[in-house]
């Protein structure tokens, strides 16, 4: 687990800003710190400071256009107490420089802790980071994520995750979320309480909440069972058995059926054929892709099990569906 005990000094924060970054995710994330550093809205940084780490003072732009101006050259990074990597656009195929992922090198070499925030996640894992440790992303990027690093632990149910000396976070508001439990947990609660008052946040969400997604096709307001879905949706092309499922969410297997059964009236292993029949529907209706390669996308292991399962599901054959495509 990263460092708990409160420090005599104040919470030192690294920024290494990627080309095309989120300026929300960045924003949220130092304002924290900001409004946790003072008392009112004085921006004084008496409990913390931090700092926009470059190889050069170039202005970086962000996703949006607004360009941010670094504020520091690589000091040694021992002097911060995390170093945290806001992604961007995943467009850019170098969205840092060389001497930047040498920093984060050298910074893991220290047992600095460091954080991805939205495709953060991504820089820290192309530059061998992330190995060995769980990385939460967005589960917008989830699928991409697991295709560039398929030996990588990743999950896209959760906002964020602090592993030993990782950190990973999905983005957006939850980066106000990462940001005030490390305010808690390195300066007090009482300045934890202050940021999120001026930011007129109620409270901040625990690393366990739900990512605010599920497919739309199922309803349910239980945490478990949404958190489930996202589980199910982000793995469509390798089906999960219901034990695996289960454990991912944090429940035995009986009681994950017991859940989907009081709650959707339906079993786990049903939901889960409709979610990636569903799917299949989807490119079925908007693609040319052949009905093998569909099938063997959603998990289906040969195309008379598919066409079967399809047919019980929706009452046409894939290829029945696909027909007015064909014609045209």
């Known amino acids: 687990m990263l460092v708990e005990t409160a420090k005599a000094r104040p919470l030192r924060v690294g920024f290494i800003l990627a080309r095309s970054f989120t300026l929300t995710a960045f924003a949220l994330f130092v304002d924290t710190l900001r409004l946790a550093s003072d008392d009112g809205d004085k921006s004084g ?11 050069c003072r170039n202005t970086i732009d962000s996703s949006c256009g607004i360009r941010v101006t670094p504020t520091s050259d690589f000091t040694d990074p021992s002097n911060f107490d995390y170093i945290v990597v806001i992604g961007g656009l995943l467009r850019h195929e170098s969205p840092i420089d060389s001497v930047t992922v040498n920093y984060l090198k050298h910074a893991a070499s220290k047992k600095v802790p460091l954080i991805g925030v939205c495709t953060g996640t991504f820089i820290l894992a192309e530059a061998g980071l992330m190995r060995h440790h769980r990385t939460c992303v967005s589960w917008l990027h989830f699928k991409e994520f697991r295709q560039r690093f398929p030996d990588h632990q990743v999950r ?5 995750n602090l592993d030993r000396t990782r950190g990973s976070c999905a983005g957006g508001s939850s980066a106000a979320d990462m940001a005030a439990s490390i305010v808690r947990r390195h300066i007090s609660h ?13 409270k901040a969400r625990p690393a366990i909440h739900v990512q605010p997604r599920r497919p739309e096709s199922i309803g349910s307001s239980d945490p478990r ?17 219901i034990s695996e499922l289960a454990a991912e969410v944090g429940l035995s297997r009986r009681q994950l059926e017991r859940l989907f059964t009081n709650t959707i009236k339906s079993s786990p292993a049903l939901v889960y054929k409709r979610l990636r029949l569903e799917r299949a529907k989807q490119l079925i209706i908007a693609t040319h892709t052949p009905l093998l390669d569909i099938a063997i996308e959603v998990g289906f292991e040969n195309a008379s099990h598919f066409t079967r399962a399809f047919r019980e599901n929706f009452g046409v054959t894939p290829g029945t569906l696909r027909e007015p495509i064909s014609t045209r």
Do not use: K, P
């Open 45 to 55: 940084r008496v409990l913390a400071d931090w700092q926009v780490l470059a190889s």
């Open 156 to 160: 896209s149910d959760r906002i964020f």
């Open 190 to 202: 009482r300045a934890e309480r202050n940021a999120l008052e001026v930011l007129q946040i109620d």
């Open 225 to 241: 069972v949404q958190a489930a879905l996202i589980v199910m949706d982000g793995n469509i092309d390798r089906t999960l058995s």
